[in-house]
């Protein structure tokens, strides 16, 4: 009895102990965060660098731009060789016409101003008859390509004309010309809404004298001027060196430099119609 006392008695005083020291807890690990990611840095241009642009297609000769002349004319230099270069399928206001200064300035905007470097896409002939070559001028930017052509027509510094048999595109450049004439744009300014004013009817008192008609006087320089009347400003001269009768106009390289003298046979015309109908061609620079 005594040994069964002290054994309940062993079994209380371990279960009171064991109430008092629970087991001390596990701490979870500490998260130790991964460095922050550092991405690369962003490209930035530099001002001599410009983008990329798309590539040029097949068949196109690359060109550096020297001198725009007028609205569908450039100087260009390719593969070590200065040209002439028309553009093909549009025609734009030649020297004396209204909007020739227009038409010149868009142009350079579009071949100096935005690229100095074009593409020339030939069609059917090479050369027109004064040697010129005859190209579709194209400039390329980071997403898209632009016919230079196409735009003067688009913003109504020329309009389309067909030269046959150079037509691959004058579908392209007929619809550029209608949209133009759609958005009131002919010739570098909108066209004018004519204002209808009425006449009032007058009743004779007596009966009208017969008027004798003034007859017209012949405008421009249909056998070239010995002076320039205004407006006229081709020069026709006659080489010192050949005896070739040479035309220039301005913004040709040898204009300014050009000095007519009448007593010589050299005149100055209005239009290079007359030029050409009184024998004279035009330079080629």
Same mark, same amino acid.
């Given at each position: 009895m005594r040994k069964i006392l002290l054994l309940t008695l062993s079994l209380f005083l371990l279960t009171a102990c064991g109430s008092d020291t629970m087991p001390t807890a596990i701490p979870y690990p500490t998260y130790t965060t991964q460095p922050t990611y550092t991405p690369y840095p962003t490209y930035t241009l530099q001002p001599t660098e410009t983008p990329a642009s798309l590539p040029p297609r097949q068949g196109w000769q690359k060109a550096r731009?020297?001198?725009?002349? #007028?609205? #569908?004319?450039?100087?260009? %230099? %390719?593969?070590?060789?200065?040209?002439k270069v028309r553009y093909i399928?549009? #025609? %734009?206001?030649?020297?004396?016409?209204?909007?020739? $200064?227009? %038409? $010149?300035q868009f142009n350079s905007y579009l071949v100096v101003s935005q690229a100095k470097?074009?593409?020339?896409?030939?069609?059917?002939?090479?050369?027109?008859?004064?040697?010129?070559?005859?190209?579709y001028v194209w400039v390329i930017g980071p997403d898209?390509?632009?016919?230079?052509?196409a735009e003067l027509v688009a913003m109504g510094y020329a309009i389309a004309k067909?030269?046959?048999?150079? $037509?691959r595109y004058q579908p392209f450049l007929t619809q550029m010309q209608q949209q133009a004439q759609q958005a009131g744009l002919t010739l570098c300014r909108p066209t004018p809404t004519p204002?209808?004013?009425a006449i009032p009817t007058v009743t004779p008192t007596r009966k009208p004298q017969a008027v004798t008609a003034t007859p017209a006087i012949p405008a421009g320089c249909p056998q070239?001027?010995?002076?320039?009347?205004?407006?006229?400003?081709?020069?026709?001269?006659?080489s010192s060196s050949s005896g070739e009768r040479i035309y220039h106009i301005p913004g040709q390289r040898y204009y300014e430099q050009t000095k007519i003298e009448p #007593?010589?046979?050299?005149?100055w015309f209005c239009t290079e119609e007359e030029a050409l109908a009184n024998g004279w061609r035009k330079s080629k620079q």
């Amino acid at each position: 009895m005594r040994k069964i006392l002290l054994l309940t008695l062993s079994l209380f005083l371990l279960t009171a102990c064991g109430s008092d020291t629970m087991p001390t807890a596990i701490p979870y690990p500490t998260y130790t965060t991964q460095p922050t990611y550092t991405p690369y840095p962003t490209y930035t241009l530099q001002p001599t660098e410009t983008p990329a642009s798309l590539p040029p297609r097949q068949g196109w000769q690359k060109a550096r731009v020297l001198h725009v002349d #007028d609205g #569908d004319t450039i100087e260009v %230099a %390719a593969n070590g060789q200065t040209h002439k270069v028309r553009y093909i399928g549009i #025609d %734009a206001p030649e020297v004396g016409e209204p909007c020739y $200064t227009e %038409a $010149t300035q868009f142009n350079s905007y579009l071949v100096v101003s935005q690229a100095k470097v074009v593409y020339l896409e030939k069609d059917s002939s090479e050369v027109d008859l004064y040697g010129r070559l005859l190209r579709y001028v194209w400039v390329i930017g980071p997403d898209k390509y632009t016919m230079v052509n196409a735009e003067l027509v688009a913003m109504g510094y020329a309009i389309a004309k067909a030269y046959p048999p150079d $037509t691959r595109y004058q579908p392209f450049l007929t619809q550029m010309q209608q949209q133009a004439q759609q958005a009131g744009l002919t010739l570098c300014r909108p066209t004018p809404t004519p204002t209808l004013t009425a006449i009032p009817t007058v009743t004779p008192t007596r009966k009208p004298q017969a008027v004798t008609a003034t007859p017209a006087i012949p405008a421009g320089c249909p056998q070239g001027c010995v002076t320039a009347p205004p407006g006229c400003v081709i020069k026709g001269n006659i080489s010192s060196s050949s005896g070739e009768r040479i035309y220039h106009i301005p913004g040709q390289r040898y204009y300014e430099q050009t000095k007519i003298e009448p #007593d010589k046979g050299e005149r100055w015309f209005c239009t290079e119609e007359e030029a050409l109908a009184n024998g004279w061609r035009k330079s080629k620079q």
